[in-house]
């Protein structure tokens, strides 16, 4: 069992930068795959950016590339989300995800993520 808790959403102004973490308590946090997804308004909730077990292997969706950046400290049962150059279509609430691997891969598809935090919300104004 693994309990997500998110932090560092927002209101900030178009261009500027956000720092989002997720904390999770339990075992073995570093055989989880991470995920950070996302879900505005009337939309369905969309993968932002993915990273294996290690660190090693990460994905982004396209729309984030360049101005995302995913990362984890296992000491510390961390996850992170280093968000620049934020736009207003980034306006969300964001969500991480664990799902129990075998492997030190990425996973993409949403359904197999086990665990959910509750989301933290980005407001960027324009």
């Known amino acids: 069992q693994v309990t997500l808790v998110e932090s560092g959403g927002g209101l900030v102004q178009t261009g500027a930068s956000l720092r989002l973490s997720c904390a999770a308590s339990?075992?073995?946090?570093?055989?989880?795959?991470m995920g950070w997804f996302r879900q505005a308004p009337g939309k369905e909730r969309e993968l932002v950016a993915t990273?294996?077990?290690?660190?090693?292997?990460?994905y982004y969706a396209d729309s984030v590339k360049v101005r995302f950046t995913i990362s984890r400290d296992n000491a510390k049962n961390t996850v992170y989300l280093q968000m620049n150059s934020l736009k207003p279509e980034d306006s969300a609430v964001y969500f991480c995800?664990?799902?129990?691997?075998?492997?030190?891969?990425?996973?993409?598809?949403?359904?197999?993520?086990?665990?959910w935090g509750q989301g933290t919300q980005v407001t960027v104004s324009s």
């Open positions: 990273i294996s077990w290690s660190g090693r292997s990460t």
């Open positions: 339990g075992r073995m946090f570093d055989r989880y795959a």
């Open positions: 995800a664990a799902d129990r691997v075998i492997a030190d891969v990425v996973v993409t598809d949403t359904r197999q993520y086990d665990y």
